[in-house]
């Protein structure tokens, strides 16, 4: 029992209900909602600490015991994620700040984002099947909202395909949780994931896990990723940035619990097909990526791809691997974030979407022009930054399962992540510049500050991997023996 | 009774899905909306269907309802309502501002 570990969801809700009271005080509501995430983030690091000491952690709400009761189960790689998240939203929301606009900061915008990350850390957390799609569904109304919030034409026509799609996936979710309970008799994970061990993977169970496999596909943009895109270029930059870094890592968590925990036993079929979607993920990633001259499209396809290599992880299900993918979705999130703040910030300066419109901003915002270079060998992979230990971890399992096809498909994704970002880079940011010293729109200080903090952090996370790597191997270790998960909530 | 209640299952998934794939906006979203209860209905089924019986009894009683599957069909209602709801309020706003009800003008991702 920890009862700190409520707070991390209930303490935006409430706050996000609060703010609501509080419209009119736009300064106040800043710092508030600012606060929070501050507060979640040292919550997050104070039980990172206590799970390395006494493992897994949880809390059953109402006191209530595991298998009957409701309940919230922390271990290593949730607390990561959410750790994650509140760094993600806090330099969002601090982008947000000097970018977003009266309009929606009166609009109850940091309520929404409040209610987002709620959303989120709740589904990170939450121990039962049927809680999970509860916190889906609050992450997803909160994001109908901001996605639509400020009502333009875009906005509207890319919100309604978003919105009907993942109320389908959302009815997958609901008709697959009823199959399962009506196999199983339960939804609490540890019990399912002992049910199921005892009654073996029956062919039933297995197909039952492929629907599974849909739903946290289309909402993880794996295979299925058609809405993302459109989807993700409508809203504003720092909405868009906190959409990019967290929506589809909700459903690669769900994806990774799920797969480790629950139906681990047949791996031959579900991790294959896992396998087989990552791979037409990353080739259609890449070719979107490289498709489009509009930047954002390109900045939205790099998600895809990122989806794609991440679950290559889990189809390969080694130690290294699955510490690979860790790795590589804190650096996902963290990078993606700084990536979209970049691409938004250079179409508020120059008012332009497409690539070739814009030229030589490097002699304009030598800043910006590096912090973009730097996310570029960031996201291929280069050694010093955050990207390569994940890389290299994820390509080594392959090697051990010699599952060469991925390992190549990998690979070359990261030349095409280089190649659609090196394009950006040279097109726009080298050669002669549009923009006289008369013209030149002044680069503000709430757009440059949140994307350097992003900067030191992918450039930490690479250097500090050391640090790191102990909370990312205890992660792992939990994954990979879904003993000690059950034993965190049944023992106590 | 479990067979009839997922036959009528299943024919509300066979009208949610013909609605859902029609152009009008408006049909697609009462499609989801019944599609959602036909996912109640299964869930319910899935949790057993006895004639006649309540959840909770006290511990003595002969027969009983499983009560996760109301209580998970309660919450999924409430949740549903709000997303219909929602969507609805969204289809009226994008007519209003792009005079568009049909799916097919809302195609495609132009520069704006």
New interface residues.
Partial sequence: MNNLLVLLMALPVLVGIVLIFLRRYVRLQRWISFSVMIINFIISIILLNQIQEQGPLRLDFGGWEPPFGIMFVADSFSVILVLTTSIVTVVCLLYAFSSIGKSYENMFFYSFVNFLVAGVNGSFLTGDLFNLYVCFEVMLLASYVLITLGGKKVQLRESIKYVAINVVSSWIFLVSIAYLYGAMGTLNFAHLSERIAESGQTPLLTVISVIFLTVFSLKAGLFLYYWLPGSYSAPPTAVAALFGALLTKVGIYAMFRVFTLLFYHEPAITHTIIGFLAGVTLVGGSIGAIAYKDIRQIVSYNVVIAVGFILVGLAVMTPEAIEGSIYYLMHDMIVKALLFLLAGTMISLTGYVRIDHMSGLIKNYPLLGWMFFIVMLSLAGVPPLSGFIGKLLIGQGAVEVESYLLLTLVFISSIFVLYSLLRVFLTSFWGETLISEDDEEPMKKGWLIPCVLLTVVTIGLGLGAETVAVYVADAANTLLNPDIYIDAVFND | METLITILAGVLVTVATYL?LSRN?IR?ILG?AI??HA??L??M???GLKTGSVPLLGEDSETFVDA??QA?IL??IV?SF??TA??LV??Y??YQ??G?DK?HE?RG????
Avoid: C, N, Q
């Fill in positions: 859902i906006l697609v989801t599609l959602s996912s109640h299964l869930i089924t899935m949790g996760v599957p998970l919450t999924s949740i709000a997303v929602l969507f969204l289809a706003r994008t501002e792009t568009a799916l809302l991702f132009k520069d704006e």
